[in-house]
């Protein structure tokens, strides 16, 4: 329905999660400047514990979009994109669960336990498995995945906002409401 905002709690938890996962990966472009020894393992141990907030974050969020309702499509929009809309937040929502949770594998894979930056320690339990170096790779494919459907989301609301200008940025809580009846979507010219 035009109009229609998403719920204060799914407006924020999509922020709150959003600059989780910037930083998660923001921690695992700089964990990589630094050698062994304690910085690296203060960053990598954050980078893991905001995916963990991430992976802690994801069950309230789907609560959140299932009880406070989703916006209906855009006013406009073609079969096509309401179906590719569907299919890369299905997208995100799986790889918001499937890169925590290898993560999660690849610490425990490792040849010592794994320092959640002194706030815990994860165990290696499975360390004699021989996995380390496979869900290592399918943590960085994944990350891969979600930055490629991350570019693909913001590029959808960029669309929206300035080549269609309708209020599809404005609800998750971007810019200003825009005014009825000016832009593509109307019908009208740009």
């Given at each position: 329905?035009?109009?229609?905002?998403?719920?204060?709690?799914?407006?924020?938890?999509?922020?709150?999660?959003?600059?989780?996962?910037?930083?998660?990966?923001?921690?695992?472009?700089?964990?990589?400047?630094?050698?062994?020894?304690?910085?690296?393992?203060?960053?990598?141990?954050?980078?893991?514990?905001?995916?963990?907030?991430?992976?802690?974050?994801?069950?309230?969020?789907?609560?959140?979009?299932?009880?406070?309702?989703?916006?209906?499509?855009?006013?406009?929009?073609?079969?096509?994109?309401?179906?590719?809309?569907?299919?890369?937040?299905?997208?995100?929502?799986?790889?918001?669960?499937?890169?925590?949770?290898?993560?999660?594998?690849?610490?425990?894979?490792?040849?010592?336990?794994?320092?959640?930056?002194?706030?815990?320690?994860?165990?290696?339990?499975?360390?004699?498995?021989?996995?380390r170096r496979t869900v290592k790779e399918v943590h960085e494919l994944l990350a891969n995945g979600m930055l490629a459907?991350?570019?693909?989301?913001?590029?959808?609301?960029?669309?929206?906002?300035?080549v269609r200008r309708d209020d599809v940025a404005w609800r998750m809580g971007l810019g200003p409401r825009p005014v009825?009846?000016?832009?593509?979507?109307?019908?009208?010219?740009?």
């Amino acid at each position: 329905m035009p109009g229609q905002r998403y719920s204060i709690p799914s407006i924020v938890l999509h922020w709150t999660m959003a600059l989780a996962i910037a930083f998660a990966w923001i921690g695992a472009q700089v964990a990589d400047v630094f050698g062994r020894g304690p910085t690296k393992t203060f960053v990598v141990g954050s980078h893991a514990l905001l995916g963990l907030a991430v992976l802690a974050l994801l069950l309230p969020r789907l609560l959140a979009r299932w009880t406070g309702g989703v916006p209906g499509p855009a006013p406009g929009a073609p079969a096509w994109e309401v179906r590719l809309a569907h299919a890369a937040h299905l997208l995100l929502y799986a790889l918001m669960l499937a890169l925590p949770l290898s993560g999660l594998l690849t610490a425990m894979t490792g040849r010592t336990p794994f320092d959640l930056a002194g706030l815990a320690t994860l165990p290696n339990s499975l360390a004699g498995t021989g996995l380390r170096r496979t869900v290592k790779e399918v943590h960085e494919l994944l990350a891969n995945g979600m930055l490629a459907a991350i570019a693909l989301h913001v590029a959808a609301v960029l669309w929206h906002a300035f080549v269609r200008r309708d209020d599809v940025a404005w609800r998750m809580g971007l810019g200003p409401r825009p005014v009825a009846g000016e832009g593509p979507a109307t019908g009208e010219a740009a």
